[in-house]
């Protein structure tokens, strides 16, 4: 993705820029976690990616590469033909992404089918396959199930399923586990992990949850009101984080102490201030406002991405000034 713009139409006039010239890349079965609070544009991101932006949403510069092809100026049959295929996309809500009157199995042998699979036995034959790889045992149930049948995290294993049918280069999961408790969070994270190392597919990983992320993603992407933040190799972004922002988040995170007198509560530190308004256009860093780390030229002055270590950039003036 090369410098991405995207802007949604407001009732009334104007525009939100949801995006503003992102820029990102994701090597063959790598996994990019991306980070960010609500509203930061996690969904826009995934939604542009395989143009499925709703009426009002328009990609406004910028082009995103798939093996080449540039999925931006691409035609209808293209796009059909990138979609599963090539990238695919697990939804964050896995009991609205399914349709409650068809049998899953019936669900993933559709997306074969859009693809040209046209024997339903071998179709049939393909989606047992495919649930080996997301399940343990019990294919023939799951195979046979309504989506209510199902827990919210076989079901999130059933979306995933569909995404990986057509052995796509690229899944991107919108926050897949955000409705499932930590175990279950735990077991599809993993899941993910040995998908990539088994199939080598990439994961583009969206989440608020910087906890999930040690042991799982390769690098993070901290996106703050539709800019890239932070980027680099997970290790250093979470311990050892360079944008001010990006480490006013993780201080956020909560942390259970304990005092030697007894159970004693900490407060919740949290990014004083709010993300600023989309629909007006930054002279400056967008975090200024909120930064306790200012400097007098942070109002006028937008911060290019500059490197702070091997694979690591950071969008603040202290570093590209
Ligand atoms: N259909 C839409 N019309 C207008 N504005 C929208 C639309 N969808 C999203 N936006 C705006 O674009 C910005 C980014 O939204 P987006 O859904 O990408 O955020 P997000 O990071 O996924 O947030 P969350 O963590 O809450 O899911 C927000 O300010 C949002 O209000
Ligand atoms: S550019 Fe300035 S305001 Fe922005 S994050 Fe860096 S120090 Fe803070
Ligand atoms: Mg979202």
Sequence with gaps: MRDLCVAYGRRGGGVWRALSGVSLGVDAGEILAVLGESGSGKSTLAAALLRLLPANGRITGGEILLEGADVVRMDAVGLRRVRGSGVSIVF?????????????????????????????????????????????????????????????GQQQRVLIAQAIACEPALVVADEPTASLD?????????????????????????????ALLAGFADRVLVLYAGKVAEV?????????????????????????????AGRRKLPLPVVAGAPPSLAVLSQGCVFEPRCEERMEMCPAR?????????DHEVSCLKFSA
């Design 92 to 152: 964050q809500e896995p009991s609205l992404a399914l349709h409650p009157t068809i049998r899953v199995g019936e669900q993933i042998g559709e997306v074969l089918r859009a693809h040209g699979m046209r024997s339903k036995r071998e179709r049939g034959e393909r989606v047992r396959e495919i649930l080996a790889k997301v399940f343990t045992g019990d294919v023939e149930r799951i195979f046979s199930s309504y989506p209510h049948e199902l827990s919210g």
């Design 232 to 260: 680099g190799p997970t290790r250093e972004v979470l311990f050892s984080p360079r944008h001010p922002y990006t480490q006013a988040l993780l201080k956020c995170v909560p942390q259970v102490e304990y005092a030697s």
């Design 302 to 310: 937008e911060p290019a991405a500059a490197m702070v270590g091997a």
């Design 182 to 210: 930590s175990t279950t969070q735990r077991e599809i994270l993993a899941l993910f992990r040995s998908l990539r190392d088994a199939l080598g597919i990439a994961f583009i990983f969206i989440t608020h949850n910087p």
